[in-house]
């Protein structure tokens, strides 16, 4: 019961959180918008040097079977589908700062953001993952012929290693960090909705 009544008065003691300034909370959402566009264009850049490498590399190198040429072509598309949807997200994140004289509105465009984020990050991903995995498999059937068995027996155990950890623990911890960025806008922007409603 003690214990009870010490948490009771620290929790009496505590002051509650003053409102801050329009002009700060209107800051920090710039602030988070900036961050998750400036994030979604350099993941785009990154992909798209990426493609440019793939299709480099089906022009430039020979290789002995057919498979490895589907391989980069389903590479390829798939990156490209990527890219396009990046690029589609940071367009309208980036462009959404038309909103902030409307906060409700701005809440609810976000909540729809995260959806769409959400379901890109998990089911769209995951059909991702699995075409560039079957691109593996059939590059896989020319590293067959080339590489020693041991070499590409450890090759074949890396590649599912590192898909496994992807999807595990980067894509988690990916998908983490963008909702905690996305939420921290709609809480300043609820927070901001609040002020105008006591007032």
């Known amino acids: 019961m003690k214990g009870f009544d010490e948490i009771q008065q620290l929790w009496q003691g505590q002051k509650p959180e003053p409102n801050v300034s329009f002009e700060t909370v209107l800051n920090r959402i710039k602030s988070g918008k900036n961050a998750l566009a400036q994030k979604l264009l350099w993941q785009s850049v ?3 040097i990426a493609v440019i490498i793939l299709v480099w590399i089906g022009i430039a190198v020979s290789f002995s079977t057919w498979t490895t040429y589907l391989a980069l072509a389903i590479m390829a ?4 589908y990527y890219l396009f949807n990046q690029l589609d997200d940071y ?26 984020r959400n379901r890109f990050n998990t089911r769209n991903y995951t059909i991702y993952e699995a075409c560039i ?3 593996f498999v059939l590059y896989g059937i020319e590293m067959y012929f080339v590489l020693p068995f041991w070499m590409f027996l450890s090759t074949v155990m890396f590649m599912i290693c590192w898909f496994l950890i992807c999807h595990f623990v980067f894509m988690k911890q990916y998908i983490r960090n963008e909702n905690a960025r996305i939420q921290e806008m709609i809480t300043n922007l609820e927070r901001i909705n609040g002020q105008f409603r006591e007032e």
Not at 77 to 80: A, Q, S
Not at 91 to 114: E, G, H, V
């Open 46 to 48: 990154a992909v798209a």
């Open 91 to 116: 367009r309208q994140i980036n462009n959404s700062a038309c909103l902030l004289s409307k906060p409700q509105d701005y809440i609810n465009y976000l909540k729809a953001f995260q959806q769409k």
């Open 77 to 80: 598309g798939c990156i490209c």
């Open 133 to 135: 995995a079957i691109a």
